[in-house]
């Protein structure tokens, strides 16, 4: 039996949270580091220098030897730089430890090697890190000893942001600004910060770690590139919501406690709907701790499953003819006072202020639809979205009936006068209560619902930030509170205002408004009649970061710079080819020096099995005969498509940087890496297992 845990004494342990730092820090030092966080300020040095002392004394007491400025580049990942808290040593050959409030608030990383897209040349590479002070510093523990950690935002010499979180704290600013002015038009004058809240649900899959050594794929590109299906899938749905088996619940145990003391607040587990497949959920938080804590989740769930003798797959699609992994985001505004904007109440026809939010973020979304889509593409992406098993890859917004309905009433009439009720269950069971229901049902397959009192985004990647995705969000949705305000500000009668506008903005954006099933081939057509994008792949969607009307709302609301805009669109382009050429070489490998070299062992077995039994004096050897014939054709196609494979990719890396390779690489690289998997997946099916060179799909998702 595992010892009890103690979860209220753990949570937090290691973090340099605001109850530390109350009991810790002069009374002076914390009012002036909690007034600069709650009014956007910068911190002076001796302030800075306070805290760093406290931060200092009390990493050390959890034995910490190092701290690191913990940032996010444009790699998706974190990364971290480690310096030990030691001093030279004195003439004794002694050494203190220290940290000065300089060292707490500025890094400079050789920053020469994270991608900056033309940012930033690699002779001028300085690159700081400064302290972001809203997201708490915490003690990380792993093999390294324990490390303390503070977050920090990454820019260049000149101040360009090259890191997801800085352009994610300053559309927090914007999105406080707009929000502000439009509560205020509703009388709020006590409210006096709108933060976004996010909520991300994160799916994994865990496979047996000696099996995943067995595999160049998945060591090389985190996903599998052959792999005949088993003869199970995931067609019985027994194993999303299932129970969880002991080995897997052991490792569950401990990313929890790990997380709770880093002050993660994971909530919510469960199996997911392919084998092998799992999820878990924090309680929501602000947007950029929920950004910092989606990081640490990722880092904790691969560390931990090592500790458990498996490896932690976050590839969006790790195995074909399953599910892949995604991240819903969850997204509402809240502000100080514990308001949610996006709460509707029980009677949404008559919240106003919730009717001009709502038009709002509808306008929003349909607006900038191609860029909401961008903000999710990663290479691995885009086998979830607009690929063959997966959803097409159409923003459209899932409102629910209840809503459906006050948006219906609205655009004919201009007024709502009533909202659909809850309904009750009843169970039929007389020792069962009979339960209320919500007023609307939910529908899984909309990549943008709403769902109770927040939006959920279910486009983002498994593996991706969800940096850019609340980046996007919080921006244009400042650009259409901004937009609301200004005409209302200035208008003669506000009722009469708000409700023109809740209108208008209702009856022009309805098209993205959609509640049926978002999978079906139906919806594609429809959706191409209401003139919604379709934008089927990563390479297909970067040019939206450039659109003219998303550089000038970047711009206006001091989110990103043209010049940041360019830089992560040629990062998107590098970061696509470098993905697809690793994936090819890997084919390439795995095909010429494993499974080639295995199917012509089974075909010299074959052929040897033939001459034995002729020899024994059976004629008939037609189901070996057979074998072998199927066998060598299969090869063949094989080795034909491993030439044209070679080919395809050593023009792709002749060919210019950017969207010329990128797209090579997506139209006829990838068609070239399936033209290979078909025929070795077919081998599988024939080749003597004992003599296949890796593990199956089976042996993977079924034998964790
Ligand atoms: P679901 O109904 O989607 O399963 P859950 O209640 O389990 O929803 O929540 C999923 C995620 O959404 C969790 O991380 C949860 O904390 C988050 N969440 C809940 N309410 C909000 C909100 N108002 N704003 C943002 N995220 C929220
Ligand atoms: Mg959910």
Redesign the pocket.
């Known amino acids: 039996m595992q010892e009890n845990v103690n979860v209220a004494e753990i949570f937090g342990e290691n973090v340099f949270n605001d109850a530390i730092m109350q009991e810790r820090l002069p009374k002076k030092v914390y009012r002036r580091l909690k007034d600069a966080i709650a009014n956007d300020e910068e911190l002076d040095l001796d302030t800075a220098d306070m805290i760093a002392h406290e931060m200092k004394v009390w990493a050390i007491e959890k034995g910490a030897t190092h701290f690191t400025h913990w940032f996010q580049p444009l790699t998706g990942v974190t990364a971290e730089k480690h310096d030990a808290f030691i001093t030279a040593p004195d003439e004794r050959g002694k050494v203190l430890m220290s940290f000065s409030g300089k060292e707490l608030i500025k890094g400079e990383p050789d920053a020469s090697s994270f991608p900056s897209g033309g940012l930033r040349a690699t002779f001028e590479a300085r690159g700081y890190t400064a302290w972001d002070f809203t997201s708490p510093a915490f003690v990380r523990q792993d093999a390294a000893g324990a490390t303390l950690c503070i977050p920090t935002a990454f820019c260049s010499y000149t101040g360009e942001a090259l890191d997801q979180k800085t352009p994610l704290l300053r559309s927090m600013e914007a999105i406080n600004m707009q929000s502000l002015r439009l509560i205020r038009l509703f009388g709020n004058t006590t409210s006096k910060k709108v933060t976004p809240?996010?909520?991300?649900?994160q799916e994994y899959f865990l496979v047996d770690a000696k099996k995943f050594l067995q595999r160049k794929d998945l060591i090389y590109t985190g996903r599998t590139l052959f792999g005949a299906m088993p003869p199970k899938g995931q067609e019985m749905d027994d194993h999303y919501f299932g129970t969880i088996r002991q080995r897997i619940a052991g490792f569950m145990r401990d990313v929890n406690i790990e997380l709770w003391k880093m002050g993660v607040s994971a909530?919510?587990q469960h199996n997911e709907v392919a084998p092998a497949q799992h999820e878990l959920?924090?309680?929501?938080t602000e947007a950029n701790i929920a950004v910092d804590h989606n990081q640490i989740i990722m880092k904790t769930l691969k560390r931990v499953a090592c500790q458990h003798g498996m490896k932690c797959l976050l590839h969006e699609k790790p195995f074909a003819g399953v599910n892949g992994s995604g991240k819903?985001n969850?997204?509402?505004l809240?502000t100080d006072d514990g308001i949610?904007l996006?709460d509707p109440g029980i009677t949404p026809h008559e919240n106003i202020q919730f009717l001009l939010v709502l038009s709002c973020i509808i306008s929003a979304v349909d607006k900038h639809a191609g860029l909401l889509r961008e903000s999710a593409a990663d290479p691995g992406n885009d086998f979830r979205l607009g690929a063959n098993e997966a959803p097409p890859a159409i923003i459209s917004i899932f409102l629910g009936e209840q809503l459906e309905d006050v948006v219906e009433q609205l655009i004919s009439t201009g007024n709502a006068t009533r909202s659909k009720k809850c309904g009750t269950l009843h169970t039929g069971v007389r020792t069962l209560p009979d339960l209320s229901t919500d007023a609307t049902d939910?529908n899984r397959t909309s990549p943008f619902a709403f769902?109770?009192?927040?939006f959920?985004f279910r486009m983002v990647g498994s593996r991706d930030s969800i940096g850019m995705p609340n980046t996007v969000l919080n921006t244009i949705v400042a650009e259409a509170f901004c937009d609301a305000c200004d005409r209302l500000e200035n208008s003669k009668n506000l009722v009469d205002a708000v409700h023109d506008l809740i209108k208008e903005n209702l009856s022009e954006h309805q098209r993205v408004i959609f509640n049926g099933n978002g999978y079906s081939r139906e919806w594609v057509d429809e959706a191409e009649r209401r003139g919604l994008a379709n934008i089927r792949s990563m390479v297909d969607s970067i040019p939206e970061l450039l659109k003219e009307d998303t550089v000038t709302m970047f711009e206006k609301f001091h989110v990103f710079t043209k010049a940041e805009l360019n830089s992560r669109a040629e990062v998107q382009y590098e970061n696509y080819s470098k993905t697809i050429n690793i994936e090819a070489k890997t084919m390439i490998d795995i095909a010429s020096k494993q499974i080639i070299p295995a199917v012509i062992k089974y075909e010299k077995s074959l052929s040897e099995t033939i001459i034995a039994i002729k020899n024994a004096g059976v004629c008939e050897v037609s189901v070996e005969s057979e074998l072998l014939c199927k066998t060598s054709l299969l090869l063949t196609e094989a080795n034909r498509a491993l030439k044209n494979l070679k080919e395809t990719e050593t023009k792709a890396c002749s060919l210019p940087e950017g969207a010329p390779r990128a797209r090579y690489y997506h139209d006829v690289v990838m068609e070239a890496m399936n033209t290979l998997r078909s025929p070795i997946d077919r081998l599988e099916m024939i080749v003597d297992k004992e003599m296949w060179p890796m593990p199956s799909y089976g042996d993977l998702m079924f034998e964790v």
Do not use: C, M
């Not at 809240?197 to 649900?201: D, K, L």
């Open positions: 809240s996010v909520g991300p649900e909530k919510t959920a924090p309680i929501y819903h969850n997204w509402s809240t949610n996006l939910r769902t109770g009192n927040k959920e």
